[in-house]
């Protein structure tokens, strides 16, 4: 069975922090990938990186930084100098060889607020 | 959200009612997934079809819930006899094939119907 676990609610910051939304993922898949979404208070799912279990290279894009580690099966997520229009619940996601990696594990989401 | 067209986006029913949820996937695309955000959830997945086909249902509750995608016209997501539980946000993805390459994202979400039962 696959399970991701996104520990932290909510978390809360101040404009201009960084802020690192954890993500820790089990399967029993060998070849998997990993998710992460941003629903903004509108509701729709915005999809921002997809990461397959071979390439545990870190990515950065712009303010986004995601850092995989298989060894402590997390994919952990930066944001750098965060923004009011970061404010958004995050999923992290997972899906493996077994569903064919047609189907998404969501955790249950972490909500950001950033205030001014 | 490259083009998967939900509607409706907010539907309000009595206990009782049905709840039909409309889904046009992205143009081409033939694979239809189907998941549910309960309160404070992650998001569930549902079902998985294709043209004609339901390829996996194993997260569809096994009563008062169907769902079809038909060789013409959206997928539909049927709920009977609705009761307050059913009040979530209901979102369908679609993707092209029923696997993820290695050229990108390849599935897209639209933007949910967000179902409550009064």
């Known amino acids: 069975a696959q399970k991701v676990t996104q520990a932290q609610t909510e978390i809360s910051v101040v404009e201009k922090e960084d802020v690192t939304l954890d993500c820790v993922y089990e399967t029993r898949d060998t070849t998997y990938y990993l998710f992460w979404y941003k629903q903004p208070p509108s509701g729709e799912l915005v999809f921002l990186i997809r990461r397959n279990s071979f390439d545990e290279q870190n990515e950065i894009s712009g303010r986004y930084s995601w850092n995989f580690q298989k060894s402590t099966s997390s994919f952990n997520f930066t944001i750098t100098a965060s923004q009011v229009v970061d404010s958004a619940v995050y999923f992290c996601?997972?899906?493996?060889?077994?569903?064919?990696?047609?189907?998404?594990?969501f955790g249950k989401g972490t909500m950001l607020l950033v205030s001014p | 959200n490259a083009g998967v067209m939900q509607n409706p986006r907010h539907l309000v029913r009595r206990r009782g009612q049905e709840a039909r949820l409309r889904c046009s996937p992205v143009?081409?695309?033939?694979?239809v997934y189907w998941y549910r955000q309960l309160p404070e959830e992650g998001l569930k997945f549902m079902v998985y079809?294709?043209?004609?086909?339901?390829?996996?249902e194993s997260g569809m509750p096994k009563e008062r819930f169907s769902a079809e995608f038909p060789k013409e016209g959206p997928s539909i997501l049927r709920i009977q006899q609705v009761v307050r539980g059913d009040s979530a946000a209901y979102f369908c993805?679609?993707?092209?094939?029923?696997?993820?390459?290695?050229?990108?994202?390849?599935?897209?979400f639209g933007e949910g119907s967000w179902l409550t039962v009064v």
């Open positions: 079809l294709q043209k004609e086909n339901i390829i996996d």
């Open positions: 996601a997972l899906s493996g060889h077994t569903s064919g990696y047609s189907t998404l594990t």
């Open positions: 143009k081409g695309h033939s694979h």
């Open positions: 993805a679609s993707s092209p094939k029923g696997t993820v390459d290695l050229s990108g994202n390849t599935i897209y």
